[in-house]
């Protein structure tokens, strides 16, 4: 037969991480443990950082929506290609309600599934010129589908610089 020895620390303190009541007329032998404390706490904190996820998430897609809108009603219908096109007037449209805080944004819809779109983007992320390249440089490394047109951009970026106008 084996001994269990128990310690008399453990015996005298009470576990003060879990409520001990008895809600109810219940059965002797039900034990008498509800729930641990500090759930509530810890729900509140996860709701809390949820909502705040969510809210910044919100607010970076609804600038890319919004930069997304702005270039697709600046596009310019083209009889060569029979579809909307980036023409002379989409840039400074474009141009008039975006900064370089957007750049990341623009080199984010580079990969958007409209032609349109990642035209518009690509011209205005050359028209930045060189505060576009970092960004740029790490989008053509990320091997994504941003990654080729953002390649396209930095070569007519310094094909810009080498040609005198």
């Not at 759930?39 to 949820?50: E, G, N």
């Not at 607010?59 to 002379?88: G, M, P, Q, Y």
């Not at 975006?98 to 080199?107: A, F, G, K, Q, R």
Request: glycine content about 6%.
């Amino acid at each position: 037969m084996r001994i269990m020895s128990v310690s008399p620390r453990a015996e005298l303190t009470p576990n003060t991480r879990v409520q001990r009541t008895r809600s109810s007329a219940s059965a002797l032998r039900e034990p008498l443990t509800r729930r641990p404390l500090g759930l509530a706490k810890t729900r509140l904190v996860l709701v809390a950082a949820a909502y705040l996820f969510a809210v910044v998430a919100e607010a970076a897609s609804s600038r890319e929506t919004i930069i997304r809108n702005t270039i697709k009603r600046n596009l310019h219908f083209s009889i060569h290609c029979w579809c909307n096109a980036v023409t002379d007037k989409t840039v400074p449209a474009i141009r008039k309600s975006v900064s370089e805080n957007d750049i990341p944004t623009l080199v984010n819809l580079l990969g958007d599934r409209d032609l349109g779109v990642v035209a518009g983007a690509s011209a205005v992320l050359v028209d930045f010129g060189d505060a576009a390249l970092p960004a740029l440089r790490q989008a053509e490394s990320s091997g994504s589908l941003a990654g080729g047109q953002a390649g396209s951009a930095i070569i007519e970026i310094q094909l810009k610089k080498k040609v005198p106008r």
